[in-house]
């Protein structure tokens, strides 16, 4: 059996509140487009088995409103708290830890990790930035999450909200 990454950003967050990072919201466009890019999720039947999220505000907040639209319980979703701030191979150790009674698993994080572990795992020279609320799929040819590593994934789907995409609403 193979498994099947997506790596998600968060939506785009607003910035005029005087918080910390790590407390900063979704601004109107973030709570827009996470809805819309789960719904692309939805129609392309790559809907995960497990969501897993960084504990910052505007990552866990995507993540709330993907597992809505993907009615997915958000008392399910898995906060962990190394994905902030996480590097590349930081992120890697994550994702090797994995549940290996999922198959597709949702990860959503923070730039510049997430694109630098896209870069990583599929050795494919992925955009040069993620987008916010980008998601990318990435197919693995693996039975066990410990496997995957440099060069290992494929991407099977790219999608972020501009990219003027139709999908059924």
Request: aromatic share 10%; net charge negative.
């Amino acid at each position: 059996m193979a498994k099947e990454l997506l790596i998600i950003r968060h939506a785009k967050s607003d910035w005029s509140f005087q918080v910390a990072d790590f407390d900063r919201p979704l601004n109107e466009r973030g709570f827009e487009d996470a809805p819309k890019m789960a719904r692309r999720i939805l129609a392309s039947g790559q809907v995960p088995q497990q969501l897993v999220s960084s504990p910052a505000k505007r990552a866990l907040t995507t993540a709330q409103i993907f597992a809505e639209v993907l009615q997915y319980p958000n008392r399910q979703i898995q906060v962990v708290s190394e994905i902030y701030e996480a590097s590349a191979r930081e992120l890697l150790a994550i994702v090797n830890g994995l549940d290996n009674h999922y198959d597709r698993i949702a990860l959503f994080g923070h730039n510049p990790g997430l694109t630098d572990l896209v870069d990583f795992l599929t050795g494919e020279g992925s955009p040069q930035n993620l987008p916010t609320c980008a998601v990318a799929v990435i197919h693995f040819d693996v039975k066990d999450w410990a496997w995957v590593s440099d060069g290992t994934g494929t991407i099977q789907n790219f999608y972020y909200p501009k990219d003027g995409a139709e999908f059924p609403i």
